[in-house]
């Protein structure tokens, strides 16, 4: 098999570090890797293919010879590499909201949309929210069999979401608060230690930015601006592992059993015995999304609830980029 | 003031010992506090009132004189004794889920439905899952303006509501996980440092206990037996303080000026700025509960999203037992 040259940008990240060994483990075919970053981290050394890797400044020369580019350092720095990177030649896969909602740039879930990825005018695809793929991945079946016309969502997301240095804040200040210690919060905006809150920026009409991308990618994974999304979203003092709970009102009526049916053969997903549940402990580390504890919901007559766990670095970032380079790079090989 | 003699029976219990500390706080005008637990607990000394009172074992002749009985020692125990505390005379509130749902004992939030607690041909008070409270509270004046047709909650409940082994567990286990080692759950079904689940015993077509009580103790409380409730109750590592996702569908429109005006003036109720939100961390140790992040539904018409937390051990137990007897106890004196 053909092996190719791929960057990494924004290596040194939660995300970027994932991306590395998920190539490793997924025996993604790479000639050689790119780390990139930021001019500060130029420099330091990764682990990667057994051996070690040096993390180059991101610059206009980075994406020479590049043929898969996968981004994952912030919607400014794909603003402006990610057309670099494309006119080099790489196929652009980009991580960051930056890209998303542009009508020239598929925004793809392999498991429910990947024949949008083979339009890419712009030789860019967008990964989805974290909180969106999981969501997307476990309603999908569901949709194809029955239609969806409204959704309402509470996650319980996981600090990783907010990258490697809210992971260490998180350890450090719950380390703190158990011996009674003041911890002075950096990273996040308040108290995260045995707290909850929503610590994303405030967008519109009350709802914050993470919302919105929940409401507006939704709507564009399925091409289908008629889905009435209602969100809250909340993080929780897990390190790593999105959980959402999920009402679903279908177009025509569902039972648990047709549900759980749907579910047990769906791609990506691992649907739980009906005396277990997902949990973001055991999703960590996981490429699949976990769905269970399915209802029949109480408040509308169409309506199913159910709870979504998965490793939001994964399948919520790293993996879904992964997969969409794998099936359309390596397919044809 | 006329002084009472009080009985907290589950004393060593965290509810129990929230009851005796607000007694204190909260100046209730008591002549001698009875501390009424198992018999292994017997003989433990517990502070009050400036000195120490002796833990005695709950029996038969517990309550001769005693003017107020608070329980909270688990459904059975309630089962066997109220009955034998409102037959000695005393008011009782219990709790427990032992009496909620039965129609000759009130089941009251005091600042919905007060007036409930008059009549108690048995003696008996019911004091509603602490869930239930909260979201009562917070939506009372929404109900009262504009009339609910449907709930959907997801909650973020906090460990304390499991009793004091369980804060004690989750602090040990979060210790041990931050060090890297296992720790053997013993209060919980599974991990529950830096994981999300549902600890409640399976009831009824996929719904735990805790979610059954939220639909049927709310239909309850407001007599409204057309409400419908979808709920989905979930524990998060929080030692104090639940937090609830919710979706309000009123009868008509309600704007969301006019929920933070009936919300600013409601009695029991923090309305938090718009730059601001509850939570769980901020409300432990607080009686009111506190609402934000009132947000225009995007899914149904006449809906409302609002984020609720309160301290589960006080207004969601012991705060609002003793709210009640001061209501019916004190007013008169």
Chains 1, 2 share one sequence.
Not at 3 to 14: E, I, K, N
Not at 40 to 46: D, F, I, M, P, Y
Not at 48 to 62: D, H, I, K
Not at 89 to 115: C, F, H, I, T, Y
């Amino acid at each position: 098999m053909r092996r190719l040259r791929v960057a990494v940008v924004g290596a040194t990240g939660a995300v970027g570090r994932q991306m590395l060994s998920l190539l490793e483990e997924r025996r993604f075919p790479v000639s050689d890797v790119v780390p990139l970053a930021s001019a500060q981290s130029a420099g330091k050394r990764l682990s990667f293919g057994g051996g070690e890797v040096e993390v180059r400044a991101l610059g206009p020369g980075s994406f020479e010879g590049v043929e898969l580019a996968l981004f994952s350092a912030g919607a400014s720095v794909s603003r402006e590499f990610c057309p670099v990177a494309a006119q080099a030649g790489a196929l652009v896969v980009d991580n960051s909201s930056a890209w998303r909602m542009d009508p020239q740039v598929p925004l793809v879930v392999p498991e429910a949309n990947l024949a949008a990825a083979r339009t890419r005018p712009k030789g860019i695809i967008a990964n989805p929210n974290c909180s969106t793929i999981q969501m997307i991945v476990a309603l999908d079946p569901i949709r194809r069999a029955a239609g969806i016309s409204r959704i309402f969502v509470s996650t319980y997301q996981a600090v990783s979401g907010k990258g490697a240095r809210a992971i260490d804040e998180l350890r450090v200040a719950s380390e703190r608060s158990l011996r009674g210690e003041e911890h002075a919060y950096q990273v996040f905006p308040g108290p995260m230690a045995f707290n909850v809150q929503a610590d994303w920026k405030p967008a519109e009409g009350g709802y914050n930015e993470e919302e919105l991308k929940m409401v507006n990618e939704t709507r564009k994974i399925w091409g289908d601006p008629s889905i009435r999304v209602s969100p809250t979203t909340m993080r929780v003092p897990v390190l790593n592992g999105h959980t959402e709970s999920i009402v679903v009102e279908t177009t025509r009526k569902v039972t648990v059993a047709e549900a759980r049916r749907l579910l047990s053969s769906a791609p990506g997903v691992v649907l739980c015995d009906e005396d277990r549940q997902p949990l973001p402990l055991a999703a960590s580390g996981r490429d699949e999304v976990f769905v269970g504890r399915i209802r029949e919901d109480l408040a509308v007559d169409n309506g199913l609830c159910l709870v979504v766990a998965a490793d939001n670095l994964r399948k919520g970032a790293a993996t879904n980029a992964i997969q969409i380079a794998e099936k359309l790079l390596l397919a044809a090989a």
